[in-house]
């Protein structure tokens, strides 16, 4: 084999496994505090009417991971949260994963009337609850 192919094909071999790496190492990194969805049962303060919640029933738990977790963890007496979710150094882990971060942010911009100071109104299983990152 001439050099110039075999250096061409370690090039790409190192390109592949560097990839590869990129998408398995974020889910390792952990650094930090931990972060969670929380979701916490409203007092009333919140109503159908007024339109100020997210119908969680249109949602996918797919596409909202952390939330869906939170929310089938809360009762309508008890808080509910989410598995940890650690930021990794240097915010590189932000990047190549999906975080609760990603879901507030999704869920404030697609339902600005269910936005609080920190967090969005959901409506769920008849119970209102306020879903935001601890």
């Known amino acids: 084999m001439r050099p110039v192919t075999r250096n061409t094909l370690l090039g790409i071999i190192a390109v592949v496994v ?12 952990k650094s930090g505090d931990p972060y969670y969805i929380v979701a916490t049962p409203t007092d ?18 797919r596409r909202f991971p952390y939330t869906s977790e939170a929310l089938a963890d809360a009762s309508p007496s008890a808080a509910g ?13 932000g990047a190549f994963t999906h975080s609760p971060f990603d879901e ?27 879903v935001a990152v601890r």
């Open 81 to 93: 949260q989410s598995e940890p979710y650690w930021r990794g150094p240097l915010g590189f882990k």
């Open 44 to 61: 009333g303060e919140y109503s159908v009417d007024n339109g100020t919640a997210v119908n969680w029933s249109t949602q996918s738990e």
């Open 104 to 130: 507030r942010d999704a869920l404030q911009q697609q339902f600005d009337g269910a936005v609080t100071d920190d967090g969005v109104v959901v409506r769920h299983n008849g119970t209102f609850y306020h």
């Open 18 to 29: 560097l990839l590869l790496a990129l998408g398995a190492l974020p889910g390792l990194l």
